[in-house]
């Protein structure tokens, strides 16, 4: 049973300090409220013993309840990454809920299917294909509409274990399996083509039904292990690279110690996509782990990653030979690649050894490394930007750029300053200087300094900054409860602190508020791809908001061009969202302690003042959720009830 109480708002005409936020409203349960949450679409969950409900935010009426779902860890509620539906997994199967309606898009257990192992959703197609056992232990494989839940297809053939599917277009897939690749009709299920993936299989398919015990008994095997696999779908859709890795027998002696080192061999094969045919006689193997393949015009380029020296080679996408270094074996790097920023001639290419990092150029024309001595660097390579002198980067503890001709360094001196803290505005970069305490600016066209904060920040709990925004009125620098301002002069404007809780319990809780509102900004911009691009060329591609437009993938744009009222009711949703983020990027919310309690205050980021705050009481265990796109907390009060409050 649920019970909703209407109470008065009370709205805050002026702001102080501190200012309590009043009810919006409150709604009861019959039962305890086990946990809460808001979708990245702006969903609001709730899960009691009495089973899953979609509330209102706005009203706190109940939308949706559905009362199988009363012994549910949230641990076991995932949202599916852009898309409206929630995965559900239980002892009795695999479930997607629409999370607007909380109707039932699917349910193994009605499907056939007896074991889940895996999913895909296919946005071009408007379904999701689910793969497992049936009861009889064999492989299955089904289609079902995202809007209705019905089945579409169930494979007419066993598809193995299917480790990725890729939409070639609105009505055709491919499929890579443990040991097929399939291109199959996604809306009739139709085989258009199969082949074997390997020389191996080809030879267990040979052996007839012994073959087919062994490709079981492997497949059963591989069930709990994550697969390595990386894939390169050509932009001419006329082939594809598979590419896999596998551990050696064989143990290496690492050089600095007495430690083993686990070597590893990866291998790549091209396929076509009209017919599926291998395109090389025989497989592409290099040493080291799976790292990054790219496209050099229609060629395979390969960097893999590892703990000793790398090869780094272009493979002829028709007859699979390599076309640099000596006989084709490739060109030498020290350490394995883990990173690379490419330009118009090359590519920088970030590599680790050892613990220690190196850069050099490779470039892409003549298949060489032109440093003449790779530049070894402090730290992890977290940040790289082109600029007018060469190709800036950033480590964990220094900064500086490198000329890609010549391979010398920019700056004599490095910059002491974290890749995290960095951010581009138009021809100005700006840091926070580990040296100086203080933020500081840099002209990208001349490369010198042109802004040094006037004072450093002193941060207290012994917390350093660890996120630097560009705003209107300055430079932004935060921690998780001290705030700081400079402005585009070098003035520190402000410097606020608000104690922390030190109950372990509001310290977990403290974490989580802190991060999820990235997690909402990123999910939300994954989905609203279509309003985004136009709004991104308003901003730098090294701002906070042009690095969240950057990231746009196309698959919710696609899907809302393609997958009916599901997929408009939440490209809609998503749009909404992202006005909103607008407005929820002018503060930050942080839990604080003050004389009577826990309160968690909304701080403007361009005073460091506390606008408003809720108190929480003083449970060590507080059961709440946070929507920081659109300003709502909801409170668990006294195990059953939820007060909604409003920023």
Request: with cysteine; glycine share 10%.
């Amino acid at each position: 049973m649920f019970h909703k109480i209407v109470t008065s708002i009370l709205l805050v005409l002026t702001l102080s300090i501190n200012a309590q936020v009043t009810e919006d409203w409150s709604s009861s349960f019959e039962k305890a409220i086990n946990w809460q949450m808001v979708t990245a679409l702006g969903n609001y969950i709730v899960q009691t013993n009495s089973g899953l409900y979609g509330i209102d935010n706005q009203s706190g009426e109940i939308i949706w309840h559905n009362s199988e779902f009363t012994n549910l860890e949230h641990a076991y509620f995932t949202e599916l990454d852009n898309s409206p539906f929630a995965k559900i997994e239980t002892r009795n199967g695999l479930f997607f809920i629409n999370t607007f309606d909380g109707a039932l898009v699917f349910s193994s257990t009605e499907s056939g299917i007896h074991k889940v192992k895996d999913h895909f959703v296919l946005y071009r197609s408007n379904s999701i294909i689910v793969s497992g056992k049936t009861a009889d232990g064999e492989n299955t494989a089904v289609s079902v509409d995202i809007g209705t839940g019905k089945v579409l297809w169930r494979s007419k053939e066993d598809f193995g274990r299917i480790v990725e599917i890729v939409e070639l277009t609105d009505s055709e897939m491919l499929g890579i399996t443990l040991f097929k690749n399939i291109r199959v009709n996604s809306r009739n299920g139709e085989m258009i083509w199969s082949n074997e993936n390997s020389e191996e299989s080809k030879q267990l398919n040979n052996m007839g039904g012994f073959g087919n015990l062994l490709k079981k008994a492997a497949e059963t095997m591989s069930e709990e292990i994550d697969l390595e696999l990386d894939f390169a779908l050509h932009t001419s859709m006329k082939y594809f690279v598979i590419g896999t890795e596998k551990e050696n027998d064989n143990i290496g002696m690492s050089s600095s110690s007495a430690n083993n080192v686990v070597t590893y061999t990866s291998t790549y094969q091209a396929f076509g996509i009209e017919n599926g045919e291998a395109l090389w006689k025989k497989p592409v193997s290099v040493k080291g782990r799976l790292g990054h393949s790219t496209w050099v015009g229609e060629n395979l380029l390969i960097l893999p990653f590892g703990h000793n020296n790398s090869k780094v080679n272009l493979i002829d996408i028709h007859s699979g030979e390599g076309l640099w270094g000596k006989k084709g074996k490739g060109v030498p790097i020290k350490g394995g690649i883990y990173s690379y920023k490419p330009t118009e001639a090359g590519m920088l290419v970030i590599t680790t050894r050892n613990d220690k990092h190196f850069l050099n150029y490779l470039d892409t024309e003549k298949g060489i490394f032109t440093f003449d001595k790779t530049i070894k660097v402090k730290g992890y390579v977290g940040y790289t930007l082109n600029t007018d002198h060469g190709i800036l980067y950033a480590t964990e503890n220094e900064m500086n750029i490198v000329n890609t001709s010549s391979g010398e360094l920019f700056w004599d001196s490095d910059i002491k300053c974290h890749y995290s803290l960095i951010q581009r505005d138009g021809n100005l970069l700006y840091y926070f200087n580990n040296k100086t305490g203080a933020v500081a600016g840099m002209d990208l066209t001349s490369g010198q300094e042109v802004l040094q904060g006037n004072a450093p920040i002193n941060f207290k709990e012994g917390e350093g900054p660890s996120h630097l925004e560009i705003r209107d009125k300055g430079i932004f620098l935060s921690s998780d409860q001290n705030f700081a301002m400079y402005d585009f002069e070098g003035t520190q404007t402000y410097q606020s602190y608000y104690p922390s809780p030190r109950e372990e319990g509001w310290k977990r809780a403290l974490l989580y508020a802190g991060s999820i509102y990235s997690g909402y900004v990123s999910a939300v911009s994954g989905m609203a791809s279509g309003a985004f691009q136009s709004a991104g060329t308003n901003y730098s591609p090294e701002s906070v908001e042009g690095q969240t437009l950057a990231n746009i993938g196309q698959s919710y744009g696609e899907m809302s061009a393609s997958a009916g009222e599901v997929a408009g009711l939440a490209f809609n949703a998503a749009n909404k969202r992202f006005k909103a983020t607008q407005q929820s990027r002018d503060y930050v919310m942080v839990l604080t302690k003050s004389d009577t309690g826990i309160e968690l205050a909304k701080i403007n980021k361009d005073t460091g003042i506390s606008e408003k705050s809720i108190f929480l009481g003083k449970n060590r265990k507080p059961n709440y959720a946070i929507d920081m796109v659109e300003g709502m907390v909801f409170l668990e009060s006294e195990n059953t009830f939820i007060k909604k409050y409003n920023f």
